[in-house]
Structures are given as C-alpha cells and as structure tokens.
C-alpha cells in the first residue's frame, strides 16, 4: 500500500533567499483529507497491511518510500503534522513526541553515547535541567552547566568527546535570549551540535534559521495553546529524522516516545492560528510589561530596553511576532509571592498553575515550581529569585481590566 504525500513547499536554510515566514510556510501546505476535506483525515490505525510480503521486507528495510509499517515509527496524521512544523521552522523534516520532555531526550540520547560529554545552558526548565544533571549519570555522559552568555566559559568547557550544545531560545524562567549565531561560531569545524529549546518562542526566533542543528520543543505550550495534551516535537535535517527513526538503532523507534495521532490532527487545526495567537500574547505582555515598568515593579521582560538582552533579542526576532507572552515580576521572597498569586487567581487574573502558552494567563513561582528541581545554592547562583513570579500572559481582550485586577493585589497587599 502506498500513500503519497504533497510534498512541503519549504526550503532548508542554506536554499533560503527571502526572509523566513513560518506563518506563510504553514499556510501554503496543503493536506487534504480522505474525501476532499479541508483537514486532513485521522489515521488512528496502530499497523498498516501490505499486498505483498517483498513490500513488508522492503520496508523494513527503509526501502519503501510512502509506505507506513507502524505507528511507532511513522503514521500518516503525525507526518502531517511533521511536515507542517518542518515547515515553519525551515527544517527538512520534524517527528512529533508524546511530551516535551521526550522530544529533548529523544535528541540528547541519539546525539550521545556513553562516556560523551555536553555543554548546557544552567538556566533550563527544570525537567530538562534534572534530566541533565540527575539522569545522564546512568549512562556515564557527562555534563557542563555554564552561562549561555558566557561565551568564554563555553569555549573553555569543550573537550574532545563533547556531543552537543545545549540552550532555549528564551530561557526558562530567566528570560535570557540565547546568541544563536554566536553559539553556532563557537562550536564551527566541531563535531558538536546545537540542540535549542524554542518552547517561549515559536515564530518570535527561528533557531534553524539562525544555525541550531535541531530544535525541540514542549507542543504543550504555545504551539497547541489549549492546555488539553502535553505533545513536543523534533525539527532536524532528514537525515537526523532518519536516524531517531531508524528500526535498529534510532532511540524514537526503540524507546517508542511517539505522539498519539488524535493528538497530532489536534495540533495541526491549532497551528493554523499559531501566528495570530503570538501577536496577541505579545501584545498583552508589552502592555503589562509597560504598566509594572510604570509602577516601579521590579520585571523582567526581554521586549523592553531594561532587559540586559534587548539588543541582542531585536536582531535575532522576527517582528512580525512581538517580543512573546512571558514576563517575570520579582517579589522577593516565597512569602510575598503566595498570597500576591492566590489572590489573584481570586480575583480572576488567570490560573496559578505552571505551564504556559494557554489562551488564559497561568503564573507560578518558578524557583519553588517548575525550576525547584534545581537545588537552591544554584538558583542563587543564576540569578533566580525566591520571590520570581513568572506570568505566561494570555489573550485576554481586555487586558487593561487584567493589569487593573493585578495592581489591586498589589495594592491590597501593600505591595505598591
Ligand atoms: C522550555 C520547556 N521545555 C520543555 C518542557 C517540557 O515539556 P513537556 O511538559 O511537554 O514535557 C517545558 C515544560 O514546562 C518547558 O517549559
């Protein structure tokens, strides 16, 4: 049985003259459905059949090109959906993973054997951080954590069995804007790739385009933006694809991390509305970001000149998207944190929850949340505050009556 796909009209990097738009890269695909339909149809079968026993072999063998053997390895609605974010990053292809989590071990464990070793930004999601530093010691690979702006340090961290180069975009919850370019000049004529976390960022940075050899993602985040599924994704050469998926040896195929197609055709209708959904964000997080600025509370968001990475972030962006939908206010401590999130979940801001990217605002403390896999001596050491309140703003209309509801928490808890 062969099925055929329309093949994504994007280019690699390297091909690219005109400025990337994964918004128009998106649209331009076109999948149909079974019977003509606008989306394409679900294919929720776990195996595929075959005519004849030569094609089973043979695609076993990778030599069937357009077949599909098991859903482990490939199925048509998570291709769909491959394609589509192959497309928006200007990578040659993508494969979809159950979670976030899985799309960065996926990747970590295919670029690295035992006994490698990997260079990484400190300031990572917390998950990310604790697989770094608490589980890769079972496979005897080591790993560096430095400042991602410390170029020096990075350079003085390569040894000879280094694998990989690790970052987000914007990091998690400092809100530091990565060097890319830089990044990509330091590791030049290694073998070392640049593995980067683009959750915060998708559309605002296009890693790929900027010289990262992969790029991962949470889809639980801003890419689905419903906060129903956890679902991430791999963006990488072919070749890399190939390679995750390989029947003998790709750590996709063999540790069977693969995303549920259901959840794939969810995905791709909300990629659709990916780009508008930025702009919104971003929108409400500079509105927000200029009113605490405004009230002289200390924040940070990196789409203002206060951000130590303004600059930089100007001429890595792209400005059809704003500056993104994550702000961070720093209250101090733990104590002055709680009731200013309890209250405002009272009062109808949004969610204290973790996460991000959801189309209401969700806010936590990251030191005691998503980053309290990170032993307290080392959120010191970076920078992270007790009292860090990091907002994922959401598209609320109205976001004049949000920052009135935030500064009457604030002012009720004295804080203003
Ligand atoms: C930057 C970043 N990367 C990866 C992850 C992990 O994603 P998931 O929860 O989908 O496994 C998160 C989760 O919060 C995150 O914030």
Not at 10 to 32: E, G, R, T, V
Not at 57 to 79: D, V
Not at 348 to 368: E, I, R
């Amino acid at each position: 049985m062969l099925l055929i796909f329309v093949t994504p009209n994007h280019k690699n990097s390297k091909q690219m003259s005109k400025k990337h738009d994964p918004a128009s890269a998106i649209q331009s695909l076109k999948h149909f459905g079974e019977f003509g339909g606008v989306n394409p149809s679900i294919t929720d079968s776990a195996t595929f059949t075959f005519m004849t026993e030569d094609e089973m072999i043979n695609a076993f063998h990778g030599e069937a090109p357009g077949c599909f053997l098991y859903s482990r390895h490939w199925n048509p609605t998570n291709r769909y959906l491959s394609e589509s974010l192959a497309a928006m990053e200007g990578t040659e292809l993508a494969w979809v993973t159950g979670s976030g989590m899985a799309a960065i071990t996926t990747t970590l464990l295919q670029l690295c054997n035992s006994g490698d070793h990997i260079i990484t930004s400190v300031t990572t999601y917390g998950g990310t951080f604790a697989f770094l530093n608490n589980y890769l010691k079972k496979f005897n690979i080591d790993v560096t954590f430095v400042n991602i702006e410390n170029h020096d340090s990075i350079r003085k961290a390569i040894r000879p069995n280094t694998k990989v180069l690790y970052t987000e975009s914007m990091t998690n919850p400092m809100l530091q804007i990565s060097d890319i370019p830089a990044l990509t000049e330091i590791i030049k004529g290694t073998d070392i790739k640049l593995v980067v976390d683009n959750t915060f960022t998708p559309m605002i940075i296009a890693p790929a385009q900027l010289g990262a050899d992969i790029v991962v993602y949470s889809m639980t985040k801003f890419i689905n933006g419903k906060n129903d599924m956890v679902a991430g994704a791999i963006c990488a050469s072919e070749q890399f694809i190939n390679d995750i998926s390989d029947v003998n040896t790709g750590t996709a195929m063999l540790l069977g991390p693969v995303l549920d197609p259901l959840r794939s055709s969810m995905i791709l209708k909300n990629l659709g509305t990916l780009h508008i959904r930025m702009q919104k964000h971003s929108e409400n997080a500079m509105y927000l970001a200029l009113k605490f600025k405004e009230a002289g509370i200390n924040f940070k968001y990196p789409g203002l000149p206060e951000h130590k990475n303004f600059e930089l972030f100007e001429k890595l962006r792209n400005k059809d998207f704003g500056y993104g939908g994550m702000i961070a206010i720093d209250l101090e401590t733990a104590e002055r944190a709680a009731p200013f999130m309890e209250l405002m979940q009272e009062r109808g801001v949004g969610y204290h929850a973790v996460s991000l990217g959801y189309f209401k605002t969700l806010f936590s403390n990251s030191g005691k949340s998503t980053s309290s896999e990170v032993p307290e001596h080392i959120q010191e050491e970076m920078g992270l505050s007790q009292g860090l309140v990091r907002f994922s703003v959401g598209l609320d209309h109205d976001i004049e009556r949000t920052w009135l509801l935030i500064k009457s928490c604030l002012v009720d808890l004295n804080y203003l």
